[in-house]
């Protein structure tokens, strides 16, 4: 297993973390490839005769890291139901529902702890740090954070992150995001129980608003035949939903903790290959599920949990070049981009927990506008196939959602420009790539040139790593003082660069003979 370049340099960042303190907790978006990283680091320590546990929450979690450490040529034992803990191995995956049965039995106290899902389980996590205080310990989430206030800080001493979604789409190792978002009117009223919604007043919500057969309508419309998840709020929603696809001649299976696990591997597998259209799952697949084929999700789960909703959008974000998927389109019935933002926006995660999340203005860099035939979403990053380009589109009227949503004119390819118009352009980029190319000639950086390109490129629909192929032309190695200039003007976090030159690297060795 050969980590990417993000991956490598995460990697190092916590084993730096390591050095000054026990317990460092470490974030990648979901399909970012956590499960590379944390099995590198426990095949590290295993190298160097430590006795390691990784502790995760579900079975499926446990047959990836087992697969992932198999691949790294690490011998493992597991400790979970009818599997005991084995002097024959020094490295275990432990399931953490077993775990609390096990602790008068353990044999081999860990000297390193690798906790996955860590935003999960507090409690345990509070007893596992209580009863090996001498241990290092990792946790590893695609979200740290809890709905419930709790602070992660106060197991962990510091949080490592790598790169967020939007970085991870800009360097294709995930997929574009096209996100369509029907108003749902009257959530605001429904009572919170607890730290959700009140189920009971949900159920009649979606009665009365006919949720399900709009989302039946808007799979048909916007994603027919793709590979779809849906994320239902209860096992027997769940059940209708599916019945309501059925009806409409689609193959859509319910899935839940109920479910028998040798069938739930089969439904999976039957996603996984193409076999059905989709599963409409309840609370089963918002972590560990692993199938890059998805390329639609369906919201019908509300939340108010930051995490939570990561953790189903995470579910498409996979790449798939076996399948020819280019894009996830996610079909948002219960205002989810209202309560948390674009999938892209900047969010900074409460680690250090929260009295009451409250809700921010959005992302400045994150401007949305919404088509008001399609219900779709685009902002500057998820413009592909978006029906506001079109010039038709372009002189409808405009609806602008809440007062935190700002209006912002979707970007017009060259091609779809009237002719005087593509030919100012052409002018205007030619000049700004002549400048630019020019002043690498003379080993300098044209920091104007590289601005002017960046706000062409944005009017036209382009990504900024779009400007650098067009400033590096011919060029067999990675411009680095170029890759650092667009990185300052976009206000990228560091590091940034890292991964955008490893991915450089990646494509000038296929282009070799």
């Given at each position: 297993m050969i980590l990417r370049p993000y991956q490598q340099e995460l990697f190092q960042r916590v084993r730096e973390a390591f050095r000054e303190h026990d317990r460092v907790?470490?974030?990648?978006?979901?399909?970012g490839g956590k499960t590379a990283v944390f099995a590198t680091m426990a095949a590290g320590a295993h190298a160097k005769n430590r006795t390691v546990w990784i502790c995760l929450p579900r079975q499926e979690l446990i047959d990836q890291a087992s697969a992932?450490?198999?691949?790294l040529g690490v011998p493992h034992?597991?400790?979970?139901?009818?599997?005991q803990e084995s002097r024959a191995f020094s490295l275990h995956l432990v399931s953490s529902n077993t775990l609390i049965r096990r602790w008068d039995k353990i044999k081999q106290p860990p000297q390193f702890i690798i906790l996955d899902e860590a935003h999960l389980y507090y409690d345990r996590q509070l007893e596992i740090c209580e009863r090996y205080p001498d241990s290092k310990i990792l946790g590893v989430s695609a979200s740290p954070e809890r709905l419930d206030g709790r602070g992660l800080s106060d197991i962990y001493d510091t949080l490592v992150e790598g790169p967020d979604i939007r970085q991870l789409v800009e360097l294709e190792y995930l997929c574009p995001v096209r996100y369509y978002a029907p108003p749902l009117d009257g959530l605001n009223t429904v009572h919170r129980k607890g730290i959700d919604y009140d189920e009971s007043e949900l159920a009649q919500l979606f009665a009365e608003r006919k949720v399900y057969g709009q989302a039946v309508d808007h799979y048909k419309r916007h994603a027919p035949g793709k590979s779809t998840l849906v994320f239902a709020r209860s096992v027997a929603e769940a059940e209708k939903i599916a019945a309501e696809f059925r009806a409409q001649g689609w193959i859509f299976e319910p899935v839940s903790g109920k479910t028998p696990k040798k069938l739930r591997r089969e439904l999976v597998e039957a996603l996984r290959t193409g076999a059905i259209h989709g599963l409409v799952n309840c609370e089963i697949a918002t972590y560990g599920l692993d199938v890059p084929r998805i390329e639609c999700l369906i919201l019908l789960r509300p939340t108010m949990s930051k995490a939570l909703q990561t953790q189903m959008i995470g579910r498409g974000l996979r790449t798939s070049p076996e399948t020819g998927k280019?894009?996830?389109?996610?079909?948002?019935?219960?205002?989810?981009?209202?309560e948390f933002g674009h999938p892209f926006s900047k969010y900074e995660w409460q680690f250090s927990g929260r009295e009451k999340r409250k809700k921010k203005d959005a992302d400045p860099e994150i401007r949305l506008?919404?088509?008001p035939e399609t219900f779709l979403y685009c902002t500057r990053s998820s413009c592909v196939g978006c029906p506001n380009n079109t010039k038709k589109r372009k002189t409808r009227a405009e609806a602008v959602v809440d007062c935190q949503l700002q209006e912002q004119a979707a970007p017009i390819t060259l091609n779809d420009r009237p002719m005087e118009e593509r030919a100012v352009f052409r002018e205007r980029l030619d000049a700004a790539i002549d400048r630019g190319r020019e002043a690498i000639k003379e080993g300098r950086i044209d920091a104007g040139a590289v601005g002017d390109l960046l706000a062409l490129a944005k009017q036209i629909g382009r990504q900024p790593m779009w400007v650098y192929w067009r400033l590096s032309e011919g060029r067999l190695t990675a411009n680095v003082p170029l890759l650092?200039?667009?990185a300052r003007q976009e206000n990228y976090k560091p590091g940034w660069v890292y991964f955008a030159r490893g991915k450089i690297a990646e494509k000038l060795e296929?282009?070799?003979p």
């Open positions: 907790f470490m974030a990648l978006p979901t399909g992932a450490l198999t691949s034992g597991r400790i979970q139901a009818r599997r280019t894009e996830c389109v996610v079909l948002d019935h219960v205002n989810l981009i209202h506008r919404l088509c650092s200039e667009i296929r282009r070799k």
